[in-house]
């Protein structure tokens, strides 16, 4: 039986762009309650993109976030004592969810440099179709792509 619909927390418009892109971000950043830790981290890393780009923060997040977005992942399935790896479409709630995520353990695995840097250095690799978030991105595919003919086990 499938499990009832979570409530799902409804996120309010970021203050400086006016976007729930944004907050929501900011709150996946987030450490120990501090968000205004984490929205300086934010905006003074769109203000390093802007620096260093000369593109505006925002659409450089934009653009990242859209090529960091798996369309395909595998869930494990457990049928007759073996567990299958079935590729599955993934929702786009949890497209963006899985971007962020990506996105961020990347700028946080990174040593050496502030917080807003790696984030910004992070951001614009990935509006290139490149660094360890896209990276992420093409070995979900591809393991799903390996899985295809587990695929009649979806459910």
Do not use: C
Request: aromatic share 10%.
């Amino acid at each position: 039986m499938r499990r009832p619909l979570k409530n799902r927390n409804i996120v309010r418009e970021d203050i400086s762009y006016g976007s729930k892109e944004i907050e929501k971000f900011i709150n996946y950043i987030m450490w120990d309650g501090k968000k205004n830790a984490a929205r300086d981290i934010v905006y003074g890393s769109f203000v390093y993109i802007k620096e260093k780009t000369g593109q505006e923060g925002q659409e450089v997040f934009a653009e990242a976030i859209k090529n960091t977005s798996p369309l395909v992942e595998v869930r494990s399935r457990r049928i007759g004592g073996a567990n299958y790896q079935v590729p599955r479409e993934v929702r786009p709630s949890r497209q963006q969810q899985l971007s962020y995520r990506w996105i961020i353990a990347a700028a946080r695995s990174k040593k050496g440099e502030p917080m807003i840097k790696k984030l910004g250095d992070e951001l614009i690799l990935a509006a290139k179709n490149e660094g360890s978030a896209v990276k992420k991105r093409e070995d979900t595919h591809k393991m799903a792509e390996a899985n295809k003919a587990f695929a009649h086990f979806a459910w």
